[in-house]
């Protein structure tokens, strides 16, 4: 069966560190590939998406993901994370039967 | 454009009950996903709906159903309610149903069942 799995279900950094969050997936074919953000009290959004072309994508708020076809991975990066990066982190999979499969998450917390 | 509305945004239930739940695609989406979210276990994916047809289904008993109207609003429904049903259940729109499109979600409906 198709699985996606986060590495982390929590992380806590300071204000400046490096974020790295692990993502990797099951699945053969193709995929498209997304991480969702949840802040506290609001609705999950896009934070960026693979479909195809450039391994290397960049989202919204400075955070940036790369696709390794060969690892199934596809992690989530931010060099310098901020108070207000604070959220619940989801990692998903769209595959070929178009159904879309999240990861467990991976709680943020960043302290000031 | 509107977002993906959904209604009730809270739901106090009993066990036994029954509950059903709403939601309003972006315009023009015409297919509809929902999934339970609850915590440590992410969101479930518990079905999807294209053109009042559903098409892909998750491994949640068949207390739990829905169904899709010409308009594509979205209703689900779970009858003989059990505490653990207890949950934020969302609802996503897209445009289509392929690979290469985003879903879009709505704010949730938070069920508790008492």
């Known amino acids: 069966a198709q699985s996606v799995s986060q590495h982390n279900h929590h992380v806590i950094l300071s204000e400046a560190a490096s974020l790295e969050l692990g993502c990797n997936y099951s699945?053969?074919?193709?995929?498209?590939l997304f991480w969702y953000v949840q802040y506290p009290g609001q609705h999950l959004q896009l934070l960026l998406k693979?479909?195809?072309?450039?391994?290397l994508v960049k989202g919204i708020k400075g955070f940036e993901a790369e696709f390794i076809k060969s690892k199934f991975s596809f992690n989530l990066r931010k060099p310098s994370v901020q108070w207000s990066d604070t959220a619940e982190y989801f990692c998903a999979v769209k595959t070929g039967g178009f159904k879309t499969i999240f990861g467990a998450g991976t709680r943020l917390f960043v302290k000031a | 454009k509107a977002g993906v509305t959904q209604t009730p945004r809270y739901l106090i239930k009993t066990r036994g009950q029954q509950v059903t739940l709403s939601c309003s695609p972006i315009?023009?989406?015409?297919?509809v996903s929902w999934y339970q979210q609850t915590p440590g276990q992410g969101l479930q994916f518990l079905f999807e709906?294209?053109?009042?047809?559903?098409?892909n289904k998750g491994n949640f008993p068949g207390r739990f159903s829905g169904r899709q109207f010409s308009n594509s609003r979205s209703e689900m429904n779970v009858s003989t309610l059990e505490l653990g049903d207890s949950a934020l259940y969302l609802c996503?729109?897209?445009?289509?149903?392929?690979?290469?499109?985003?879903?879009?979600f709505g704010p949730g409906t938070r069920l508790l069942v008492l």
């Open positions: 699945y053969g074919g193709t995929v498209n």
């Open positions: 693979y479909f195809s072309g450039d391994p």
């Open positions: 709906y294209f053109s009042e047809t559903q098409r």
């Open positions: 315009s023009g989406h015409r297919s």
């Open positions: 996503a729109s897209l445009p289509g149903l392929g690979l290469g499109e985003t879903q879009y």
